[in-house]
């Protein structure tokens, strides 16, 4: 317990700077179509659409020339993008390839950051930090969520909150009981067995629980009611912008067909879009009932009243950081932040190595 709360300087927190060398989710592939869109990513404003060929290009949202939005701005069918104060006009590299008021110059000399992006569907990445670092096979590996032997659910919220936050919640599920009770709380599941494991960056929490039914969520779509199963749980902190939540539901008993294992599991992408802000994606799949189209909606909406709550409670916790002054102030930490507590030293390294070799 003591090591729990010492050395908190070595901790991130809210104010930790945001970690550049990581692949971030930029948004839904099906929501980016040859429209200018505009999102904050870490702190930067950023212009985005898909091209004629299909492919996403990310831009500076501001005009080389009197910093106009680029996103309030025209997007021609060549795929340039005309500023829409001065009308110089850009590529999809970011270059300058004409200014109206000097026709007889070289326009080259002008140019916006562009953005590296890969496309894994059903998302877009996007990479903020060095250049030479952005190795595509650091985005995490979630080719199963395509596979049609899965049913499905997914939502997106804007937290007025820290990314670490989102992480946080994540990773320590002992809130199931008292913030969802009604949906995913069972009586024990507070006092479960907890498990951490670090391997690399990768922090994993494990906890067991059994002799309890599933949670109220999943008791009529499972079809397993009031049986008493063994719950497992695998919370996973895999990158700054991605977290994975693993369940599995064990029915030794075999009682719905001589069935034993049913797993809902969610994705978490996790991107900040400013020191004390974030977007957040999810994706809802289970392994039960998944000829019901029907259960893809209610779960999505169910599971999307989960999150909210999650999200109430960040935005909460945010708020009395920013409007209750207490400069002594040190949050004290319990057992089960354990894996919390490895996620976030992880973190505060890493920004340190961004800061040595910046």
């Given at each position: 317990m003591d090591s729990l709360n010492t050395g908190t300087n070595n901790i991130a927190d809210r104010?930790?700077?945001?970690?550049?060398?990581?692949?971030?989710?930029l948004d839904w592939s099906h929501d980016v179509k040859a429209k200018l869109k505009n999102r904050m990513v870490l702190n930067q404003d950023l212009?985005?659409?898909?091209?004629?060929?299909?492919?996403?290009?990310?831009?500076?949202?501001?005009?080389?020339?009197?910093?106009?939005?680029l996103h309030k701005s025209t997007l021609h069918t060549n795929d340039t993008i005309q500023c829409g104060y001065h009308g110089l006009t850009y590529n999809v590299a970011g270059e300058c390839v004409q200014i109206p008021?000097?026709?007889?110059?070289?326009?080259?000399?002008?140019?916006?950051?562009?953005?590296?992006i890969v496309e894994r569907k059903p998302m877009i990445w996007i990479?903020?930090?060095d250049p030479e670092k952005a190795d595509e096979d650091l985005i995490p590996d979630y080719d199963w969520i395509n596979d049609d032997q899965w049913g499905y659910g997914s939502g997106f919220y804007h937290v007025k909150g820290n990314y670490l936050a989102i992480h946080e919640n994540l990773m320590d599920i002992t809130h199931f009981q008292y913030l969802h009770g009604a949906a995913l709380g069972t009586p024990k599941h507070a006092e479960a067995q907890i498990k951490v494991t670090v391997e690399g960056n990768t922090v994993n929490n494990y906890r067991l629980n059994e002799g309890e039914p599933v949670p109220e969520l999943h008791k009529e779509a499972s079809g397993l009611g009031n049986v008493p199963i063994t719950r497992h749980a695998h919370s996973t902190f895999v990158t700054p912008g991605f977290h994975n939540a693993i369940a599995l539901f064990e029915d030794k008993e075999g009682t719905n067909n001589g069935r034993v294992e049913y797993s809902p599991r969610i994705l978490h992408f996790i991107t900040p879009e400013t020191q004390y802000t974030s977007l957040y994606w999810w994706m809802f799949a289970r392994d039960f009932s998944v000829p019901d189209k029907n259960l893809d909606d209610w779960y999505t909406k169910v599971t999307g009243k989960v999150f909210e709550e999650d999200k109430d409670a960040i935005e909460w916790i945010e708020d009395l950081w920013v409007k209750d002054e207490r400069p002594n102030f040190i949050e004290k930490n319990v057992p089960s932040d354990g894996g919390a507590v490895k996620m976030r030293k992880i973190v505060h390294q890493l920004s340190i190595q961004e800061s040595n070799y910046s």
């Open positions: 104010d930790t700077p945001l970690i550049r060398n990581c692949w971030y989710v212009v985005y659409f898909r091209t004629k060929s299909g492919e996403i290009t990310a831009l500076q949202n501001r005009c080389a020339h009197r910093c106009f939005p008021s000097a026709m007889n110059i070289n326009p080259s000399f002008i140019s916006i950051q562009k953005y590296i990479w903020t930090g």
